[in-house]
């Protein structure tokens, strides 16, 4: 998939509706790792209600959120660079080893935060920072900003929004 992705650019990004972008649990050994060890399917939500964060998540979503926000026209417009894209890669990389490391939800709320948000956001960031071309490391923001959006329709965080298609 990372193939294609990479040979055709956004366009088959956008027609695989970034849904079918499985990816490896974002590797970790503290208390974000699955008990199981498996990437299940998260547990249902609670009668609609959104899983619980805690300030370190929250934290560390603002500042990933932030990164995309303030990058988000020379993105838009074309201007950013292979260089360009790896510090951005490298800056959400960094928030999402901290929120790794200090974060404290209850077991299902770090299972589900981990299948819902956390595989996908880092192998996105992996594929920004390891692409070679510029129109791939583009489309892998638009998996990014997913994952963003996910978080946001699953976990509380008061004031969180992120729209992906704002960004097309």
Known sequence: MRAILQSAGLGICIAAGLTSLAAPVYAATDAHTLREGTQS??????????????????????????????????????QFSVQDYQRLAAAVDQDLAGIVKNCKLSKEADKAFHVIVLADLAQSTESIRTSPKVQAQRAWVFGALQSLHNYGEYFQHPGWNIDPAAWY
């Open 41 to 78: 399917a998260a547990p249902a939500l609670r009668q609609g209600q959104k899983w619980e964060t805690d300030e370190v998540l929250r934290q560390g979503m603002d500042n990933i959120r932030r990164a995309m926000i303030a990058n988000r026209e020379a993105i838009k417009q074309g």
